[in-house]
Every structure is written in C-alpha cells, then in structure tokens.
C-alpha cells in the first residue's frame, strides 16, 4: 500500500514495483491510480488515460477521491474514442480524437490521430490543414509546408492552404520572395471565397494580405 501512495521522484523504479504489484492484483485501484499518474507525468497520454479508465471501472469512488480526479471525464472520453477508433478502424473516430487532443495542446497525441485518420481516408483537406497546423506549432515546418501543399495538389484554390504557405515561408522559412507569390494568390482566392469565409475573419485576412502585398 506505501509503494502505491507515496510519492518518489524515481519513477522508473517506482514504475516497476507498482507494475509487480498489479501482477498479483490486477484490480489494486490505489496502484492504477498512481501508474496511471507517473505515465501523465511521463508524457505517455494514451497508456497513463487508458489505466485511468480501467481503474474508475473497477473502483470509481477511489479514483474520483485522487489527485488526478479532474481529468477523469477527458480520459473516459478519449479512452472510448481511442478504442472506437482502433475496433472499427474509422477515420471519424481517429478525427474527433485528435480534435480533442489538439484542443489541449497536446500536440503529440494529436498528430498520431490525424495521421492514422488520413492513412485510412486520403481526401480529407480539413483534416490535413489541422495536421499541417499541429505540425507548425510542433515546430516541424517543412512537414507543415509538405501537408499544405498537398492540400492545394488535391484543390488549387484552397484559400487557407494558399495563405498559410504564404505565412509559413515569410516568417518561419525567411523566403518573403516565394511567399510573395501565395500572397497574390491568396489575395485573389479571398474575394472568390468571400461568401464562404466569416465577415470578421474575411476583413482580418484582408488586412494582413494588404499588409504583405506592400
């Protein structure tokens, strides 16, 4: 029972004597629980939720009573989706997982989701806008650069494609003459597509296009 609530900084060590534990009591919630938090901690998302949701399935008052009780409902919720999306192989599930992992900035996890989406499912534009973006913030710019410019291979006058490469090859590749060439270009695919594009959103692009273009 110490092993399990104590807390230590080596988690390596501790790692191993709660997982001998669990060898010869599987349902020891206490031990998920803290198994669970040193995965969180770790960075390994995906295993640390998935042990959440299978302690909160043999005991839900012990872990509702844990530290990490305020990330129950997000590990449930990514747990199911997780599993959905792996027992039916559906790129929807593998989507709205890495939506939610996104949403948090979790950057890792989210990538993995929408990478396993567009294998499954190719010609899905939105979806690989969402994965060049978590790839910019990822700090892996000419992956974004690849991802968009696929987008524009599948429809040429993708507006968001054409301005974000603009963006992305002024400020993060240092190439203003290249960029110029999509900020023209975007120019011109944001009045074509102004129906489609929000009024605050549309007058925010034009400015900074306008901006780009002098």
């Given at each position: ?16 004597q ?21 995965y969180l ?9 998935q ?43 593998w ?109 925010r ?7 780009e273009?002098?």
């Open positions: 029972y110490a092993i399990c609530t104590i807390k230590r900084f080596d988690t390596a060590i501790a790692t191993k709660i997982e001998q534990i669990l060898d010869k009591e599987p349902e020891n919630v206490t031990c998920l629980v803290q198994l669970a938090n040193i901690k770790k960075g390994k998302l995906a295993k640390g939720f042990i959440l949701t299978d302690a909160y399935g043999i005991d839900p008052s012990i872990v509702k009573n844990s530290e990490i009780a305020k990330i129950i409902p997000f590990a449930l919720q990514v747990t199911g989706l997780r599993n959905a999306a792996m027992r039916t192989n559906n790129f929807v599930y989507n709205r997982l890495a939506d939610g992992y996104n949403e948090l900035s979790i950057l890792d996890e989210a990538i993995i989701g929408y990478e396993k989406s567009l294998k499954i499912n190719p010609n899905q534009d939105k979806t690989r806008l969402k994965l060049a973006f978590a790839y910019r913030k990822d700090g892996r710019i000419y992956s974004c650069i690849s991802e968009l410019k696929t987008v524009l291979t599948h429809d040429k006058d993708n507006f968001y494609a054409t301005y974000y490469l603009g963006k992305i090859l002024k400020e993060d590749v240092k190439n203003p003459k290249e960029a110029l060439k999509y900020f023209k270009r975007a120019d011109a695919l944001l009045r074509k597509h102004k129906k489609d594009i929000k009024p605050n959103n549309y007058q692009f034009e400015r900074d296009i306008a901006k273009l002098q």
